[in-house]
């Protein structure tokens, strides 16, 4: 294993982008005539109580016509559907159903089959921030799109609503998919939507994605775990708690050379961490790299040692989503190599420079 590494390099695929204007044209429909303040999410229904959870219900149906009245004549359209078809059926209709479906790191390429079959059949699609467009252009015509994406310091919707109107779609027979960049059930919320849901008695399929750390290390040709050199891998959020600049993890506990790292969501918190990590016992030589926007046209990444690391991020000015990875097999990516080989090269010229 090498011990040195690129000093100062970003590699990257294409150039940084700015979000398409396109990026929101097909749910523009919700935010027409939304002209009114948000209002405070209403509790969820008790089951044991049918005059609370026909009042719940009504606060819930007041909500979506006040925030998108388009919405609430899609949901009344529903209704009216299954209260047909149950008809003619000579039967009550049941409620529909929820998927939480993982759209990978960003490649729409990475979908599962049964990713895009659920995507196809929807009736309304809820989506996050990092879902991309060609993702969004599987859905069907005939169905919704609704962003309910979240950043650092805003969230177009509060998790409680988002809880809400799966529940309110889903109780009037509706196919709802809740898109999810990476996988819905790694530090994506999935499990707390799931179990709201699944509380309320409604039926939720989880179709799992590929996670960003497989995904981005898979593109990179960085094996999470390799024979000889790391025996584990180990899952972090770089996450703090009420926008801290510490991580939520204890380091010291992540600190093992044979261990490879991976943090979600880490670049604010990445001065606090590295530092940390090197003070609990990870060699300061330890390769690393981040990814910005891994696996799509516009990923960069740069590859560094870990005492190096911050700085190197901070001169290539990565912004969000990036995924660190931090272990000894960082350096068996080919991309190490051509990193390192630039900047010997970059150092040869400059001295060659200096002599003239």
Do not use: C
């Amino acid at each position: 294993m090498s011990g040195g590494g690129p000093s100062s390099k970003a590699v990257s695929r294409g150039e940084t982008q700015a979000i398409s204007s396109s990026r929101y044209r097909r749910d523009a429909w919700a935010y027409a005539a939304d002209g009114s303040s948000k209002p405070a999410s209403s509790s969820s229904p008790s089951s044991s109580d049918a005059a609370a959870a026909a009042a719940a219900a009504g606060r819930r149906d007041d909500e979506i016509a006040l925030q998108l009245p388009e919405l609430r004549r899609l949901l009344d359209a529903l209704r009216a559907s299954r209260e047909k078809g149950a008809e003619g059926e000579g039967g009550g209709g049941g409620p529909g159903r929820v998927a939480l479906v993982g759209t990978g790191p960003g490649d729409p390429e990475l979908l599962t089959l049964k990713a895009v079959r659920a995507i196809e059949a929807a009736d309304l699609v809820l989506y996050d921030r990092l879902v991309s467009n060609d993702v969004l252009d599987l859905v069907g015509e005939g169905a919704r799109l609704l962003y309910v994406g979240k950043t650092a310091g805003y969230h177009s919707r509060t998790q409680e609503e988002i809880h809400e109107l799966l529940l309110s779609f889903a109780e009037a027979g509706a196919n709802v998919v809740r898109l999810k960049g990476g996988d819905p059930l790694v530090f994506g919320r999935g499990g707390e939507e799931m179990d709201f849901l699944q509380q309320q008695g409604i039926r939720v399929e989880v179709i799992p994605g590929i996670t960003s750390a497989s995904g981005i290390a898979a593109e990179l040709g960085i094996p999470l775990t390799h024979r000889g050199v790391a025996t584990s891998v180990r899952f972090l959020t770089g996450h703090s708690r009420n926008g801290g600049t510490d991580p939520l993890y204890v380091a010291g506990n992540a600190a093992d050379p044979d261990t490879t790292l991976v943090v979600y969501m880490g670049l604010s918190t990445l001065p606090s961490l590295a530092p940390k990590l090197m003070k609990h016992g990870l060699p300061p030589d330890t390769p690393a790299v981040a990814v910005e926007r891994g696996t799509t046209p516009q990923q960069r990444m740069v590859f560094s040692l870990l005492k190096d690391l911050v700085d190197e991020v901070k001169s290539a000015d990565l912004v969000s989503p990036t995924l660190i990875i931090i272990g000894k097999v960082v350096a068996l990516s080919p991309f190490w190599v051509e990193s390192s080989e630039h900047d010997a090269l970059k150092i040869e010229r400059s001295y060659a420079s200096e002599a003239r």
